[in-house]
């Protein structure tokens, strides 16, 4: 009996020489300039978005850093400033029983962001090391696809308290430096994650790395 790392591979529409359009699905013979439905420019793979997947990776990466050093949110009591972190507000909600809060705040602002780098990445790279694909490593980018924008809660939070709680001397709530860098690592995954053609998953057998 012939091992699973012998079976024949999937057979695609490129193998197959046709080609869909990635606005109204309507499939073509390879050649084919543009939609006859929708008008849209018919590309079989956008061989250039991995190295567009790098770097708005590379970006997000970089300014999520400060996004953890530096103070998300800047709080004004009776004339004491008191300066917060990502990480140091998930504690400080834990200290005051928001333990549920808590919890939130730290998946959408750590585990969420951390785990699409990772995930991205790791799609990137089989895809430059042109290792075969499967149904769940295009599940894998689904979901980053899908998860991106709830990591912008705790920008959210930060922003609705910023805007509701402005007391002048009593009590303010301003936000750090930390959630203009969050917002913008968010932003940057999110387009590394929509600049990465997943149709490249499937075609990883096919040739050299990219």
């Known amino acids: 009996m012939a091992n699973a790392e012998h079976a024949q591979p999937v057979l695609t529409a490129r193998a197959a020489g046709l080609v869909g359009c990635g606005e109204c699905g309507h499939v073509y013979p390879m050649g084919t300039e543009a939609c ?8 079989s793979r956008d061989m250039a978005s991995l190295q567009r997947v790098w770097a708005w990776l590379f970006a997000g990466l970089v300014v999520y850093v400060p996004a953890n050093v530096y103070p998300m949110l800047r709080t004004t009591t009776l004339g004491r400033t008191k300066e917060s972190t990502i990480v140091g507000g998930v504690f400080d909600l834990i200290h005051h029983g928001s333990i549920g809060v808590a ?21 990137a790279m089989r ?8 149904s769940s490593h295009f599940h894998l980018y689904e979901f980053v696809e ?4 709830w990591s912008m809660i705790d920008v959210f939070v930060v922003a609705i308290l910023s805007a509701l709680v402005q007391l002048n001397f009593v009590a303010t709530i301003n936000p750090g430096i930390a959630a203009v860098s969050f917002a913008l690592s968010v932003a940057f995954t999110m387009i590394s994650a929509n600049s990465f053609d997943p149709k490249l998953i499937w075609d990883a057998p096919e040739g050299k790395p990219v």
Do not use: N
């Not at 785990?115 to 990445?121: E, G, H, L, Q």
């Open 36 to 43: 006859s439905v929708c008008g849209t420019e018919l590309i």
């Open 103 to 123: 919890l939130i705040v730290f998946v959408a602002s750590v585990v969420i962001p951390v785990s699409k780098f990772i995930a991205i990445a790791y799609l």
């Open 127 to 134: 895809v430059h090391k042109r290792k075969p694909g499967t």
């Open 146 to 149: 899908f998860i991106g924008r």
